[in-house]
């Protein structure tokens, strides 16, 4: 069973704090991580991916990847109320997704 | 901007009843999926296709069918509707193998 796990929250930071969204994964083969942000009765949107180890930076979000912890992280610096959303951890497989189930992000003004 | 267009936002449906749910993309993307997803389950896979007229199942196929008879659409089908597949139906589109999924808006179905 190829498992992607992520701690469901919810995570509650104040606004300009730094949010970290973990998720640990089974299959050491992975190669692909994505994050995808879910607002409330919305469907999932990209926002970011990594390939390689290390840290990945698009403004202010950072993406890191462990593989041999076998684990990713989001890292959402200076929070704003606007990010409060599910986030979603997702491993790429050939063609295929496999997500976890998410964790809720709340922002706190 | 690349558009996944899921025809209904909300569906109510008789149990026994066949349903569909239709998906359309228009960026000319290879690959289509359907996924649902439900509280505490996360996205479940249910069906994908990587050209037209090709499909294959995901992980939970059983009491679905699809069609792709053209490559902008995808089509679910519920052969025989029934409450357990009361859920958000996501519909998603890639360019090709090793990209993110564009996602359409959902169609939530309420099966009586």
């Known amino acids: 069973q190829k498992e992607v796990e992520q701690n469901s929250g919810p995570l509650s930071v104040p606004e300009g704090a730094i949010a970290s969204l973990n998720c640990t994964y089974s299959d050491r083969g992975s190669q692909s991580f994505f994050w995808y942000r879910q607002y409330s009765g919305k469907s999932p949107e990209l926002i970011m991916f990594?390939?390689?180890?290390g840290d990945k930076e698009d403004g202010r979000f950072t993406a890191q990847l462990n593989k041999a912890s076998q684990y990713v992280s989001l890292l959402i610096r200076d929070s704003q109320p606007s990010d409060s959303a599910t986030y979603l951890c997702?491993?790429?497989?050939?063609?295929?997704?496999?997500f976890g189930s998410g964790t809720k992000l709340n922002v706190k003004p | 901007d690349v558009k996944v267009t899921q025809s209904s936002r909300y569906l109510v449906k008789r149990t026994g009843e066949k349903v569909f749910l239709e998906c359309v993309q228009d960026?000319?993307?290879?690959?289509m999926f359907w996924y649902r997803q439900d509280p505490g389950l996360g996205l479940r896979l249910i069906y994908f296709?990587?050209?037209?007229?090709?499909?294959e199942k995901g992980d939970i196929p059983e009491g679905y069918s699809v069609s792709r008879e053209k490559k902008e659409r995808f089509s679910l089908i519920l052969e025989s509707a029934s409450t357990n597949q009361t859920s958000m139906y996501l519909c998603a589109s890639s360019p090709r193998q090793g990209y993110g999924y564009t996602f359409g808006s959902g169609t939530r179905l309420t099966v009586v």
């Open positions: 997702a491993w790429l497989n050939f063609n295929k997704f496999y």
């Open positions: 296709s990587y050209d037209v007229k090709m499909k």
């Open positions: 960026m000319d993307h290879e690959n």
């Open positions: 990594i390939y390689s180890n």
